[in-house]
């Protein structure tokens, strides 16, 4: 059985789909899959599912739920990955491969090769992990608080993931290959400085001054207008740096 969580929610069965169409399953595995391993008690399965509208009857609706839950995760000759403790329910986290845990995996080996100047090895380490993502983690699915705050933490670790492919890419002298990347990542998280500083970079450097200027001001003017901020140090720094045609000024703002 495989978990993926990166893209919309999907369980794989030896390359087959399960099908787990009612949404309140859905956002109930996704809970599971939030802390596997881990006891999830009925009132915290309860908010995860129905948050502040809960049910009169909330505790016997959840148990049709886990119920059908179980249904749709039974193999035969295998136990099933939910399992039954007094104060709730946890996923057996030994019970099936996670998408999140491959990509975590990878970006550890990304972040490793970087710190220590392997550029070559942190590439594909980060595409690898990149290559995973299918769409924003838990796509369209309407989940509660615990699941709500991983797939926050995943989307973190993507935008993590591709600062370091970025940074690898530089070092490598592949710039040129950046932009068209990101420009899309800062058109889903317009607030990232550090995306505007790399795209400032490679514009830079691939002889492109004007436009990399062009994303200084695109950017001051969006933080201006949606965070109520200025840039921060090191976007000024690279932005005075390439004003003033210093490339090594310019990388190292970046």
């Given at each position: 059985m495989r978990?993926?969580?990166?893209?919309?929610?999907?369980?794989l069965d030896g390359g087959?789909?399960?099908?787990?169409?009612?949404?309140?399953?859905?956002?109930?595995?996704?809970?599971?899959?939030?802390r596997p391993d881990e006891v999830l008690t009925t009132d915290q399965l309860?908010?995860?599912?129905?948050?502040?509208?809960?049910?009169?009857?909330?505790?016997?609706?959840?148990?049709v739920h886990v119920s059908q839950l179980r249904k749709a995760l039974d193999r035969p000759g295998?136990?099933?990955p939910i399992v039954t403790r007094p104060l709730g329910y946890l996923l057996d986290g030994a019970s099936g491969e996670r998408d999140a845990v491959d990509f975590r995996r990878l970006l550890d080996e990304g972040r490793q090769a970087l710190r220590e100047r392997r550029a070559t090895a942190a590439v594909p380490a980060c595409e690898a992990a990149l290559a995973l993502w299918r769409g924003p983690a838990l796509d369209d699915l309407p989940v509660g608080p615990l699941a709500g705050a991983w797939a926050g933490s995943l989307t973190e670790s993507r935008v993590e993931c591709t600062e370091l492919l970025m940074e690898a890419y530089f070092q490598l002298g592949r710039h040129?290959?950046?932009?068209?990347?990101?420009?899309?990542?800062i058109a889903e998280h317009p607030l990232?400085?550090?995306?505007?500083?790399y795209l400032m970079l490679a514009l830079y450097?691939?002889?492109?001054k004007a436009d990399a200027?062009?994303?200084?001001?695109?950017?001051?003017?969006?933080?201006?207008?949606?965070?109520?901020?200025?840039?921060?140090?090191?976007?000024?720094?690279a932005h005075q740096a390439i004003l003033a045609g210093g490339a090594v000024a310019a990388r190292s703002g970046a």
């Open positions: 978990y993926e969580v990166l893209g919309n929610l999907r369980v087959r789909e399960v099908l787990i169409n009612a949404p309140k399953v859905q956002v109930l595995l996704a809970a599971f899959l939030s309860i908010t995860e599912v129905w948050r502040h509208h809960a049910p009169r009857r909330a505790e016997a609706s959840l148990y295998a136990a099933n040129r290959e950046t932009v068209g990347q990101l420009y899309s990542l990232r400085e550090s995306l505007y500083r450097l691939s002889e492109r200027l062009e994303v200084y001001r695109r950017a001051r003017r969006t933080l201006r207008d949606e965070a109520g901020v200025e840039p921060g140090r090191r976007l000024r720094a």
